[in-house]
């Protein structure tokens, strides 16, 4: 080693024993590394260090005598050393202990976090025994709900700015501050504005006292009686990982986990709190079959042997499955092994006409979430906003923009949650994204700079000029009210961009899982397609389709016309999923026969089903979970389904035996065991690499057999005057039935609000909040309108799935764009 | 009574234009914002919120830190007394206690006609002159009750001229010429040192 | 092969003890001695018998559903659930009532941890064992079984043996949290002011050397004896 080269390590003597310390580690961070631990409040490894709590000073010596200094705010230096031993050290810590302890209540017995509790571990282990302090305690009102879910008692707060920090830092949302100062400073909110964040639970899970508490856990049990497992978060795509808790085989709670590459150990609400769902009173406990007008509940055999009927008497091309996002991969696989393999029918979708084309997102070069949030990096937004759809993914993602210089560029039809950080936020018009993109290429690539989609010249090149080092671009669709080969042509325009790779945000649980397990039109298992990979399956399946089957849309434009005879809705919800509820309406009217899997009856089953199944949650069964860069983290049973619920995976092998074939599978291991040994990109996928990569996940890369489909060469109709164009996004909290059945997500749904250009807003001549016709050429919707200077003049932008106010009702899946009217009511 | 009026919103976008960063202005605003009603409203601070591009949350954070900007309506005089241990020994307690009498109303509290509050603080840095006291921030020195009695009687017949209405503060509507701003580009993004630095460095060097 | 007398030997025994003393107690007497067979014999000063959950004076319970009881229980035969209380109607002092309270006593073993856990000597124990069941639903106490009357008695349940005064035994607790067993802190309460139903002193006599003088100074409540 020569004396230019930067030293790589650095000697610091812990208590005695050197340890090599990383240049620009915190000290708190190098003991823990050395296995000293040193107590903290403040400090937390996912934020800035602030020294707010001085639990961890250490006596440092630096050369200049033993002092007393914080080791969270400490960064290593050669030669120095600690000692968290000494008398001194072990003063203060007593010391800070009583002082902290001076206000907060001993009300331990009735506090959520009692058993569990950093203050109550770390008082046993450094506190004093006794406190000199006989004063009377600081009083304030026991816990104050600082929104919906969270509960503030301030008596408990021993000001460690964990809360505020997250709120400001990583989520974004500064909506609890201090106030007031010396012994009356606390945490709140402003008065009447609560804490409106989608990230507010976190707070509660890095509180190191109780005085956050979420409602769904409050008072309904103790840590000592919690059972625990490490699972994945089943609501969106971005797989955070997740521990989940029961208690009398209940699941309670649900905390996240620190997966370096996925989540940093956060989640969004409607992650932490959507179990409540499957615990909720109008979970299926027993098959339901139609009789009549109404779903009565039957024995497993006759369900069965009324599904296998239906099956077994139509021919194969007219039977279709719609749905599997929300199943594990190896009842993906069994599914598939079910219709692909022994029914013989290709008209399986796992998307319904909301997502992209499956040869597109497995076709092209992935990124990883750490890829894409490469340190000084672009980002390009050509996708849903995150901060709606994928929390996990949208702290990630603005943790690089604003904590590690990595450039955002929106190309999206609105603003989104991104937007306040974002570098540059071009808003095309809708369904002309494709041309942005060529646009945006050409002059990144050193072409002249035009306008396009509505995107002036000058914002495209200076956008251009941002875009530098490893680009990653964000895929999916920003609106649902637009053809998903808008969205195709513009992932292929960008794809010219030097190192461009794409991070799918499809945000339907695990519907990569359902891509990789083939529930496309025209795919196989393991990324392949049903021409290359046949031969692959010529021993473990009894057939593969020969053609290329109907996609979501097109099964039910066929069941629609009569085409198909037996629909089987995989855990989907056409009517309200669906982006075209007038042609998911009319099919389910037709369709003489419908099977349904699902923990819930929703409104398709409802109004359409003649034999539901009744499948087991993601708590209550073993599986895997594949998130949107292909990576596979575990999911582990925790509690036993309610009734006789079963496994999906269970349900395909018992329907399959019906019909006279024996799919092979006795367990999720053995499921796992045939997808290793028939796909060529999960060849690395065995129980043994699975163990290890507990918390983060085994990562499946490449493309498979799947070629990058070509540009489409949409074009969207002209834009007549009179009209505007639908712009539909999906918002975190809608009228989905797993949301309508977690209490503490139901009331969380905005009310519906058409938003339009404050220009175009004018034009109607009418007051904010007034209900206005919605029209498009399929149907109608009245909703109250608002102005937003946030949507591009000529646009209209309208929540997905609002309660009562579906905005797939206007929509037309055929079309590429939707052109609606609004007028006076 | 709520958010800046008009003129006080032109103001408020003058002081916000002097600093690199629009959350800086936070603590002016609150000025002038005290300034225009006597204390800060709640949607006061929420037209702050929308300038500086802030949160209420954070700008009453901000705020709510400081003893000086008040939350809650007080009178149009503010009385002080001081009561730490000098005052305190000088008789503080008794003129505290007379001035209770004098106004009608308890430490904290606000006269019925809305013109005086009277508070008991730390210590104003007046020791020398102890007892003392202050009337919208303007000090009255070695204070006795007769003092106290003809101050009240002076703001009543407004003849006490030197003191303004709460919450007035003159440095708030200062005009800074260009030449002496501190310049608006972040500091650690300045690539020219500002016209006032450089002026000071020539004094400094000649 | 067994001697075949051992069997002899065996009924021997039996035959035996036909006319020796039968060690079988009856409530008090027994063949030979005064008193009738369904008098209860008085029990030990420490007897732990079936439990009761106690409430204040103002007829608040002081059970605040921590689970502490269900947490030390050895035989795990205490289920407790905590909730919210409603604070225009509360059910017990602070934020949190005990909601679910049950404790299976074809589990129990009387051990008394969970009285010694409490922290709000909610739950403690009469000396009454008195109780059988022919079914096991019985066996579990729920809360309303075990919570005492509005007069800060147990219940008589039909399938208990309660004699006039006997529902006014405790169990003669101790803290768990003064140094385990030491004499010293014999009739003093360490945490709540009061005593098992309403306000009633703690037993003492437990043991012979308990006196004022020898009391270690507590930041604590005393009750009047």
């Not at chain 1, 810590?93 to 976090?113: F, R, S, T």
């Not at chain 1, 990583?170 to 945490?187: C, E, P, S, W, Y």
């Not at chain 1, 990230?199 to 956050?212: D, E, H, K, R």
């Not at chain 1, 042997?305 to 719609?322: G, Q, T, Y």
Request: charged share 25%; glycine share 8%; proline share 6%.
């Amino acid at each position: 080693m020569t004396n230019t080269e930067a030293k790589t390590t650095l000697s610091v003597t812990i208590d005695g024993e050197v340890f090599e310390a990383r240049p620009g580690e915190l000290l708190i961070e190098a003991c823990e590394r050395a296995g000293t631990y040193i107590p903290r409040f403040c400090y937390h490894s996912r934020m800035k260090p602030v020294g707010m709590c001085r639990m961890c000073l250490v006596e440092v010596d630096t050369g200049r005598g033993p002092a007393l200094q914080p080791a969270c705010m400490l960064p290593c230096s050669d030669g120095m050393t600690v000692s968290t031993e000494t008398p001194g050290t072990r003063k203060v810590q007593a010391g800070i202990l009583e002082y902290l302890l001076i206000n907060h209540p001993l009300d331990c017995p009735v506090c959520d976090k009692g058993g569990e509790c950093p203050l109550q571990d770390q008082t046993v282990a450094y506190g004093p025994g006794e406190s000199r302090f006989v004063e009377e305690k600081r009083h304030y009102e026991k816990p104050i709900p600082i929104n919906d879910n969270v509960f503030l008692d301030r008596e408990r707060c021993i000001l460690c700015d964990r809360c505020t920090r997250f709120a400001d830092t990583v989520a974004g949302d500064k909506l609890i501050h201090f106030m007031d100062r010396g012994n009356n400073t606390q945490v709140n909110t402003f008065p009447d504005e609560p804490f409106a964040s989608y990230f507010s639970g976190n707070t509660v899970q890095i509180c190191p006292v109780g005085a956050l508490t979420a409602r769904p856990y409050r008072f309904k049990a103790r840590p000592w009686d919690l059972d625990e497992t490490v699972s994945t978060a089943w609501t969106d795509s971005a797989g955070a990982r997740v521990a989940v808790q029961s208690s009398r085989d209940k699941v309670i709670r649900l905390l996240g986990i620190d997966s370096d590459p996925v989540n940093w150990g956060w989640l969004s609400d409607k992650e932490r709190f959507a179990f409540e769902a499957l615990n909720s009173d109008d979970r299926l406990t027993a098959p339901l079959t139609r009789v009549g007008d109404h779903l009565v509940p039957t024995g497993w055999s006759t369900a069965l042997e009324r599904a296998v009927s239906l099956l077994s008497d139509a021919d194969p091309d007219r039977v279709a499955v719609i749905g599997g996002a929300r199943l594990t991969n190896e009842s993906q696989y069994a599914w598939a092994k079910l219709a692909k393999g022994v029914i013989g029918t290709d008209n399986v979708d796992s998307q319904l006409a909301d997502g992209l084309d499956p040869e597109l997102v497995l076709g092209l070069p992935r990124a990883t979430i750490d890829e894409a949030c490469t340190p000084g990096g672009t980002i390009i937004l050509c996708g849903p906003d995150p901060k709606e759809e994928i929390g996990s993914l949208y702290l990630r993602l603005r943790h690089a923009v604003v904590h590690d210089d990595a450039r955002l560029i929106e190309l999206t039809p609105t603003a989104t949650g991104l937007s306040p950080v974002a570098a540059h936020s071009l808003h095309p018009r809708p369904g002309e994204v494709a041309d942005l993109a060529r646009a945006l290429v050409e002059a990144a690539n050193g072409g002249p700079a035009v306008s396009a989609a509505g995107v002036s010249a000058e914002e495209i090149s200076s956008a251009a000029v941002a875009i530098d080092g490893s680009v990653t671009i964000i895929i999916g669709r920003a609106s649902l009210a637009e053809s998903a080969d808008c969205v195709t042509d513009a992932a292929l325009q960008l794809a010219a961009l030097p190192g461009s790779r794409f991070l799918s945000a499809l945000r339907r649980g695990n519907i990569h899982g359902a891509l990789d397990s083939g529930l496309a039109p025209g795919l196989l298992p393991g990324r392949t397609t049903i021409e290359a990979g046949a031969a692959r399956f010529a021993d473990a399946w009894p057939s593969t389709p020969a053609s290329r089957g109907l996609d979501t849309a097109g099964i039910l434009a066929a069941a629609a016309d009569g085409r198909i005879d037996v629909l089987v809705l995989l855990g989907s919800d056409p009517i309200n999923d669906f982006a075209g509820r007038p042609l998911a309406a009319a099919a389910l009217e037709t369709v003489p026969n419908v099977i349904a899997l699902d923990m819930l009856v929703n409104d398709s089953i409802a109004m359409a089903a003649d034999v539901v199944l009744a499948a087991s949650g993601a708590t209550e069964s073993a599986g895997t979970f594949t998130n949107l860069e292909g990576r596979i983290s575990v999911c582990r049973q925790r509690v036993t389904p309610p009734g006789t619920a079963r496994a999906d995976w269970m349900i395909a092998s018992e329907i399959a035996r019906r019909l006279g074939f024996d799919l092979g599978f006795d367990s999720v291991e053995s499921i796992r065991a045939e997808i290793a040994a028939v796909s060529v990109v999960h060849s690395g996928l065995d129980e043994k690499a699975l163990a290890e990569a507990l918390v983060d996940g085994l990562l499946i890369g490449g493309s498979g057999d799947i070629m990058v489909p070509g540009v489409v060469g949409v074009s969207p109709s002209a834009h007549d005057a009179y009209s505007l164009r639908l712009v539909a996004s999906r918002s975190m909290y809608d009228d989905g039935v797993a949301l309508r059945n977690s209490p503490s997500s139901r009331g969380l749904a905005r009310s519906v609000t058409l938003r339009l250009n404050p220009t175009d807003f004018d034009k109607i001549g009418v007051d904010r909040g007034t209900v206005v016709r919605t029209e498009s050429a399929v149907g109608r919707l009245l909703v109250p309108v608002e102005p937003d200077p946030g949507v591009p003049v000529g646009s209209a932008v309208l929540p997905w799935a609002a309660p009562g106010s579906p905005a797939n009702t206007l929509i037309d899946p055929f079309s590429t764009v939707t052109d609606v009217r609004v007028e006076r009511a | 009574m709520s958010r800046f009026s008009l003129d006080n919103e032109s103001i408020a976008r003058e002081i916000i234009s002097r600093y690199p960063r629009p959350k800086s202005a936070l603590i002016p605003l609150l000025h002038l914002a005290q300034e225009q009603d006597g204390w800060v409203t709640i949607d006061a601070m929420r037209h702050i919120a929308e300038l500086t591009g802030t949160t209420p949350a954070e700008v009453m954070g901000t705020g709510s830190f400081y003893e000086m900007f008040k939350f809650h309506p007080v009178g149009r005089y503010v009385i002080n007394i001081c009561s730490n241990i000098t005052c305190q020994l000088m008789g503080a307690e008794s003129l505290l206690e007379h001035a209770e009498a004098k106004l009608g109303v308890k430490v904290g509290g606000t006269t019925a006609d809305g013109l005086f509050t009277l508070e008991d603080v730390e210590c104003i840095a007046a020791c020398t002159e102890a007892p003392a006291l202050q009337v919208n921030y303007r000090y009255r020195l070695r204070v006795t009750a007769e003092d106290f009695d003809q101050l009240v009687d002076d703001i009543r017949s407004g003849t006490a001229r030197d003191i303004p209405e709460h919450g007035t503060l003159s440095l708030v509507r200062q005009s800074i010429p260009a030449d002496r701003g501190a310049g608006i580009v972040p500091p650690e993004q300045a690539r020219e040192v500002s016209v006032w630095m450089a002026r000071n460095d020539a004094a400094e060097q000649n | 092969m067994a001697d075949p007398l051992d069997y002899i030997r065996g009924f021997g025994v039996t035959f035996k003890k036909l006319f020796e003393e039968r060690l079988t107690l009856q409530y008090r007497g027994g063949k030979g001695k005064p008193g009738k067979p369904d008098e209860k014999r008085e029990k030990g000063l420490r007897f732990h018998g079936r439990h009761v959950l106690n409430r204040y004076e103002d007829g608040m319970e002081k059970c605040i559903g921590c689970e502490l009881c269900a947490g030390v229980c050895p035989a795990k035969c205490i289920y407790v659930r905590g909730a919210d209380n409603d604070p225009d109607n509360p059910t017990s002092p602070g934020e949190r009532f005990g909601y679910v309270y049950q404790i299976n006593y074809l589990r129990c073993i009387h051990c008394d941890l969970c009285v010694e856990a409490c922290p709000t000597q909610a739950i403690t124990e009469s000396k009454l064992f008195e109780f059988s069941f022919t079914n096991r639903n019985d066996a579990i106490y729920t809360k309303n079984e075990l919570l005492v009357d509005d007069n800060g008695k147990p219940r008589w349940l039909p399938w208990e043996d309660w004699r006039d005064g006997e529902d006014e035994h405790t169990s003669a607790w101790m803290r768990a949290t003064s140094p385990a067993g030491d004499h010293r802190y014999e009739g003093v309460v360490a945490w709540s002011g009061e005593l098992g139903h309403g306000v009633r002193s703690p037993e003492v006599g437990q043991s012979d050397s308990a006196d004022e003088s020898s009391r270690p100074e507590m930041a604590t409540t005393e009750v009047e004896q």
